[in-house]
């Protein structure tokens, strides 16, 4: 078996700072995507990669940047921090969005 | 674009209770439907999926049978225990977008002992 490993579980940054979450999987599957969760609101796509230095905008990526260097990661860049927000992300990855694979998530608090 | 509406944001139950789940979804093609379960501290996982009209996904005792006519996929449990409370998502993936996966807005279902 396989397993996403996200870092760091916890993450909490000031308002307007510019904050990396971090992805890795080794499943060897070729497509890998981050999720924004948030209560009643279940899980947006942020951004997806199919393949490595592929990158495709999800319904949620205006304030975040995404990039995929090599096919095991795939990194998430929220470029400038909302005061209050609180949110999970959740990397996952997939062959070809059959059976999505997840980490267990970051948990970002912007004070 | 496509969508899934699940009905219930919350739902609480007994042990032993009938469990029903709404799940719509909305999508231009032929959809592969699945319903994932989340537990506290964990990233969702697959409870089962279905890819064709009339097929029914079944696992633990849970099962869903894809409904093109009325664009459903119920989750539904015939007896509920305590160890089955979590967050449940409904979800859809398009056939010709191939790696995008929709979710719907979740159920977080709690059981009664």
């Known amino acids: 078996g396989g397993i996403i490993t996200q870092t760091p579980k916890f993450l909490i940054g000031q308002e307007g700072q510019k904050l990396t979450l971090k992805c890795q999987q080794n499943?060897?599957?070729?497509?890998m995507y981050w999720y924004r969760q948030d209560s009643g609101k279940g899980l947006r796509l942020i951004y997806y990669s199919i393949t490595e230095n592929d990158l495709q905008k999800g319904d949620l990526s205006e304030g975040y940047d995404a990039s995929r260097e090599k096919k095991s990661s795939f990194s998430l860049t929220v470029t400038s921090a909302q005061k209050n927000e609180m949110a999970v992300f959740l990397c996952a990855s997939s062959i070809q969005g059959e059976r999505l694979f997840f980490g267990h998530g970051t948990k970002l608090s912007v004070l | 674009g496509d969508s899934v509406t699940q009905t219930e944001g919350q739902v609480a139950l007994s042990e032993e209770d009938f469990l029903t789940i709404h799940c719509n979804y909305s999508a231009s093609g032929y959809p592969t439907l699945f319903w994932y379960v989340q537990y506290p501290g964990e990233g969702p996982q697959l409870l089962f999926r279905a890819s064709r009209d009339k097929e029914k996904g079944s696992s633990r005792g849970f099962e869903a049978t894809y409904d093109k006519g009325t664009t459903s996929f119920h989750l539904r449990k015939a007896s509920v225990q305590e160890s089955d409370s979590a967050v449940y998502y409904c979800?859809?993936?398009?056939?010709?977008?191939?790696?995008?996966?929709?979710f719907g807005g979740g159920t977080r279902l709690t059981v009664r002992p």
């Open positions: 499943f060897n599957h070729d497509t």
């Open positions: 979800a859809l993936s398009e056939g010709n977008a191939g790696a995008k996966l929709t």
